[in-house]
């Protein structure tokens, strides 16, 4: 059920490009023609298939505030936390020539539609942030990381299919001079972001844990306009 | 300008219009828009990246003789990584809070394209004080977008510009309010940043005709 939930949430609700505007550069970059960007977003999948679970172990095991404990209990109050961009972004680099010498000798034909895309990859904001989001929302374990990393991947081949698909038919059309080109495809794309929050009540329709947190903001408010209430009753009788 | 030649002064001006990194080079837009929803957090934003542009092409242009050109991408990634982590330490020792608002965007600073891209095309072919050039002219022209942006949204999303409110209290109804004026609670979310942009380059596109893609 977990795995479910986190697989359709980061697909559709966190989607990569909607949500957090993550890859953009590619994506508005590589969106002319639909079998290319299907060669990029596969390729996304793959690297965050691999990235994500490999910067999990690194963050476990060597990054997080007492995770050098295995290496011995004076190791325990070490944080190396403030290294993570440094970790990630090696580790995404290293990953992405492996994966490409790799995949270039099995297989070939692979190699042939991923191959120019795979270094392109490696300075893909989409990648370093699916690993510092796999951080910040605590993942629990790796098979929620690796679960992670090809969701998001999906959606982002989702986002990068349905504005190349939009963009092909779009060039029959007769877009104002000024907006052709760059400006249409960010007001598409603003449109289709707007199209996709509508998934965010999805997961949250009817579940307790929505109502806990309404119950908590409200309280929050509460606490709030009693504050504030204070702060008039202070200023007046300080005008007073 | 005494301190600079007319070539060098145009390194700084031209990328704050017609050749913006953001509207036209279509460099940097994931960070651009992800945290534009306040006028604070994009110029915090952007003093970061020209921190990062400004030192980080100095550096690689002083190396670039002996990088090898193999692995030029993954030296490029350390320096801007090391140069970011230092952004990211000074940020949670004296603005916490801003840099929770952050969250992984200074991080995404180092995949920003902006600045692999001024490396690649620039830093390394030139000296260091015409890299240095390059790169503060770009980080403003980023910065200039990234304004532009949060002003918009921070103005008409939550009627304040840094967090005062500048159109009068929407509860005590003052100000505008009073005249039955209303926050658009719509340009704080996110795909409200892309349109936001879409019309910044159309504006710009056709005020130069130069600029107009076929």
Redesign the interface.
Known sequence: MEHIELFFKSIFIDNMVFATFLGMCSYLAVSKKVSTAVGLGAAVIFVLAVTVPVNWLLDQYILQPGALQWLGAEYADYDLSFLSFIMFIATIATMVQLVEIVVEKFSPSLYNSLGIFLPLIAVNCAILGGSLFMQSREIETIGLALNYGVSSGIGWFLAILAIAAIREKIRYSNVPAPLRGLGITFIITGLMAIGFMSFGGMLTGGDDEAKQEETTTAKVEQAKKAEDNKLAENTTTINE | MGLLSKKDAKLITDPLADNNPI?IQ??????A??ITAQLKASIVMSLSVLFVMGVGNVVISLIRNIIPSKIR??VQ??VV??L??IV??VLKAYAYSLSKEL??FI??I????II?GRFEAFALANGPWRSFLDGIGNALGYAVILVIVGFFRELLGSGTLLGIKVLGDPIEKTGLYALGYENNGFML???????V???I??????RN?D????
């Open positions: 509207t279509v460099l940097g837009i994931c960070s828009l992800a991408i993954i990634l350390t990584a090391a970011v982590i990211d330490q969250s992984v991080g995404l180092i995949t920003n394209c692999m979310l996110s795909p409200m940043a892309l349109i942009v879409g019309i380059i159309w504006v710009q596109r056709s005709k600029l107009i893609e076929d």
